[in-house]
């Protein structure tokens, strides 16, 4: 009779399913970056529009559509969200010695400054260029027009055709707190920072499907 065994080394197998392991953990987050994408665009456009700012930005009898003086700002925020929502990146990370690696999504990875730039971030009128959107996200209560401010009333001449600038002795335009934004603290960055959970969550969840397929 011939008899013979084996011990199985025990770092060896760890190496091996290890190593298995990694590779199917690999192909999953490659598999969900491709699967994610349209609904990360789709978890960051509603974020934005969820959120309160937005609907002042659509409301047409908000005081905030007369401040701005910008007769369609109601469309000019939906191609914000549309922007905001698509201008993400989204890359694997390799794995580590204590992990097997994840995702990483960086939206506006150059902050809020390129689309500051775009065109309908910015109107001329006949005191001069009116940059409403850095305003709106970036100078909180400090005055944005010196020496000027609202008047409300039935002005033909006005784009809204319900205010106008004028001269003011008592120091000048501000938007009210409520809208009022910081670099730091803004709409979209409210909007985007709810979603960190969000995001993670959708990622896990299409990764366990993909692993217990």
Request: charged fraction near 25%; hydrophobic fraction near 40%.
């Amino acid at each position: 009779m011939f008899k013979y065994s084996a011990r199985i080394d025990e770092q060896e197998f760890f190496n091996a399913a290890n190593q298995e392991l990694q590779k199917l953990v690999s192909s999953s987050i490659s598999y969900a970056i491709n699967k994610t994408r349209s609904l990360f665009i789709q978890e960051i456009k509603k974020s934005l529009i969820e959120d309160s700012f937005y609907s002042s930005l659509t409301d047409y009898d908000n005081v905030l559509f007369f401040q701005i003086g910008l007769p369609n700002v109601g469309s000019v925020a939906d191609t914000i969200v549309d922007y905001v929502s698509k201008a993400f990146s989204l890359r694997k990370l390799p794995a580590k010695k204590n992990d097997f690696g994840g995702f990483s999504i960086v939206v506006l990875k150059e902050g809020i400054q390129p689309l500051l730039s775009l065109p309908f971030a910015s109107y001329k009128s006949k005191g001069g260029d009116v940059n409403w959107l850095e305003w709106l996200l970036t100078a909180g209560t400090s005055e944005v027009v010196a020496n000027y401010r609202i008047m409300y009333g039935d002005f033909r001449s006005s784009r809204t055709k319900e205010a106008i600038m004028v001269p003011s002795k008592s120091g000048g335009f501000k938007f009210d707190s409520e809208f009022a934004g910081t670099e730091d603290n803004n709409w979209i960055t409210r909007s985007l920072s709810r979603l960190e959970s969000r995001l993670k969550a959708i990622f896990e969840n299409i990764i366990n499907n993909y692993i217990q397929k």
